[in-house]
């Protein structure tokens, strides 16, 4: 079975569009993509550490933040073997596609997923379910479910890795070309194999997909519900809540959607045609895996936005970022302007006192009045007092 597949890899000759439509997939376009995501999470991850941002209710959002930066990572080795597709540069190169190279980016792009799975259902026990919240917040709890949870992607994958093989060519040499876990998914492999990746897309595309679909929904359903409340009782609520109710419904409504739109593509490809490929026109269906990458790709690149046009808080955080850095570029700190003085200036009138420079001024105060009084009690007038004859 192995001989067959090498056989038929090194030997499959591609149609011309489908190589132009590879190269610019994955040497053009997923290279513009991994710089921009790459900046964008690490501009996601700067704003989400600062002091205005580092409460626990973004702890999973900075965790998705360094898992896409990882993804972004990844990424390079598969673009570098144009996803496989032709023989690779050298056998080392052709060795880790084939065993981590799709393995290792798709496992982070799904753990990404479970993170924001994880976000959601904190929200959701948040809104729903107040009783469990409080011990969801504990750092245990925490960090329990984010170990679990790489443990589990991480286990998921290991048979995709390590079906892996590398093609050498008899008649060519210095030709290796890689078939990976999904390449070698096909009737011709053994059927316990088959029925593993089944399982595999199961847990990677359906579980996190249900799990954020439920629990946005249930948020959504239940701030509705207390909503008919409220306006039935006549009580009020504040403009400030009814805003942030708002703009987590929107948060809510868009990660979904977004998600879906961008997943879908390639849902339809590892659940409908992979285990089927032989059935299907080749081109058509390679063509239609490199599109549905990309679409998942630019969906792990889009959460920035996603958190720069809903989020406020996001947005003030950043342009205070923002203004620090413009400030430590331009401005020479060995010669202050008249800007950075009267600043100083200020800061320094309005900040709070040290609990040691409160004592020493109070005890400087209390020796001064001490001082005063005893100087006056002891010190007796130069010239008597006047008395007025004409009262005589």
């Known amino acids: 079975m192995f001989n067959s597949e090498c056989t038929v ?15 610019g997939v994955f040497h053009v376009a997923f290279p513009i993509l991994i710089v921009l995501g790459t900046i964008a999470n690490l501009t996601n991850l700067v704003v989400l550490t600062r002091p205005a941002m580092r409460s626990r209710t973004y702890r999973w959002l900075r965790v998705l933040a360094v898992v896409d930066l990882a993804l972004c990572l990844l990424m390079v080795p598969v673009c570098v073997a144009t996803s496989g597709h032709g ?11 084939a065993h981590f190279g799709w393995s290792l980016s798709i496992g982070a792009q799904i753990l990404s997923f479970y993170l924001m799975g994880w976000f959601a259902f904190e929200r959701y026990l948040a809104v729903c379910r107040h009783q469990q919240y409080a011990a969801s917040q504990t750092n245990r709890f925490f960090r329990r479910c984010l170990a679990g949870t790489v443990i589990f992607v991480l286990v998921l994958y290991i048979p995709t890795m390590a079906v892996g093989v590398v093609c050498d060519s008899k008649d060519k040499e210095g030709v290796w070309v890689p078939l990976d876990g999904y390449s070698r998914s096909s009737t011709e492999t053994a059927s316990s194999y088959v029925g593993y990746t089944w ?18 929904v249930s948020i959504a359903l239940h701030l509705r519900h207390l909503r008919n409340i409220r306006d039935g009782f006549g009580s009020g609520v504040s403009p400030a809540r009814k805003e942030r ?21 390639v849902m339809v490809y590892y659940l409908g045609f992979l285990n089927h490929s032989h059935l299907y026109d080749q081109s058509s269906l390679l063509a239609f895996a490199a599109l549905s990458n990309f679409f998942q790709m630019a969906g792990n690149s889009s959460n920035f936005l996603l ?10 955080t950043l342009r205070g970022v923002m203004r620090s850095l413009v400030r430590s570029t331009f401005e020479d700190p060995q010669v202050p302007n008249a800007e950075t003085l009267t600043s100083s200036s200020t800061s320094t009138a309005l900040n709070t006192p040290t609990t040691d420079t409160i004592t020493t001024t109070a005890n400087t105060l ?3 009045v001490t001082t005063s009084t005893t100087a006056a009690k002891n010190t ?3 010239t008597p007092p006047t008395t007025n004859n004409n009262n005589h």
């Open 9 to 23: 890899a090194l030997h499959t000759v591609h149609e011309a569009w489908v190589e132009r439509l590879y190269a």
């Open 87 to 97: 023989p690779s540069p050298s056998y080392f190169a052709a060795r880790y596609y």
């Open 199 to 216: 399982v595999r897309e199961l847990f990677s595309r359906v579980v996190p997909a249900v799990t954020l679909t439920v629990c946005n």
């Open 245 to 265: 109710e708002r703009r987590l419904v929107l948060l809510l409504f868009w990660v979904t959607a977004l998600f879906y739109i961008f997943n879908a593509p």
């Open 307 to 316: 958190y720069f046009l809903i989020n406020p808080e996001f947005r003030r």
């Open 366 to 368: 209390t020796a001064t």
């Open 380 to 382: 007796t007038p130069s």
